[in-house]
Every structure is written in structure tokens, then in C-alpha cells.
């Protein structure tokens, strides 16, 4: 662990804050999406359950989003649709939370998200990872269209 603890910490140039598993792979292992535990070590709320570390991933989505991509996907999809993305990953992560926490509580949807769009990067790992996410889908589609999908890209897990 200690080992692809540094490989992840090499991936997001800087050390993970808190405790996570990888449920997403590279086809050569390396990781490319974590679940983080919804608190960190020392209590604080860790909103984004699911991150992007895959360092090409992330460039191509940053290519979309620097493109009008966050305004595109809002405008496609709608505030309903993006208020159930929202909706379902705040419910996945609250169960997560430990039964007899008392103190503060991640709030909002992806990424701590009240309303609408901020971040493709979330949704896409949220998407990855398995979860009905219709943003990531669209992400997904974008950088299929925009021939921006590594060639290695990992493949969605479903569960």
C-alpha cells in the first residue's frame, strides 16, 4: 500500500489528504480513480468520493471544460438531470459516513455541488467508477467526439 500510495502521490502531485481505495484502473494497473472515505483522518469533511487521477484524464477533461465544456454540459443536460447526478452520489457518500459521527457532514453532490456544474473531473470519475452519472456520460461522449480518450483510458467499471 505504502507503494501505490507514492505512485498516487506522484499522479496528483501532492500526498492524498486522507484514506481512499483505487476502484478504477489503467490497463497497466496504474490507478485512475479513488474513493475516498467521506471524512478525513481528522474529521473534516472530504466532499469529492470520488477523484480523477489519472494525469491524461484529466488534461483531456481540462481541454473540454477550457472549451465552454461545464456551460455545454449544463445547457445539454439540464437542471433536473444534473440535480439527480447530484442527488444520488450525496446519498452513496452520506452512506458511507461512520453511524455515530457527530461533527460536520460533507454537503452537496459531486464534488460538494449545491446546484448546476463546476467540475467535469468529478462527475467523469463518478462515471468511471460505475455510478449513473449523466454528466460524466456526456463527458465521456466529448472526449470520444473530440478523439481526446487516451488510447490506454481505463473502461468503465459497471457495477
Known sequence: ???????????????????????????DGDPAVLRN??????????????WLCDPSLRSAIGTVE???GVREAEAALG????????AAYAVERN???????TGPAPYGGVGGTRE???CLHAHYAYWLAGGDDPV?????????????????????VIR
Open 79 to 86: 437542471p433536473e438531470v444534473i440535480a439527480a447526478a447530484h
Open 1 to 27: 500500500m505504502a507503494d501505490e500510495r507514492a505512485r498516487i502521490a506522484e499522479l496528483l502531485g501532492r500526498a492524498p489528504m486522507g484514506d481512499f481505495e483505487v476502484v478504477v484502473r489503467r490497463s
Open 95 to 101: 452512506r458511507a459516513m461512520p453511524a455515530d459521527h
Open 37 to 50: 472515505e467521506p471524512l478525513l483522518p481528522d474529521g473534516t469533511p472530504m466532499p469529492t468520493l470520488y
Open 66 to 68: 477550457s472549451d465552454g
Open 136 to 156: 460524466g456520460q456526456w463527458t465521456n461522449d466529448r472526449l470520444v467526439e473530440r478523439d481526446l480518450l487516451p488510447i490506454d483510458a481505463p473502461i468503465r
Open 116 to 118: 448546476g456544474l463546476k
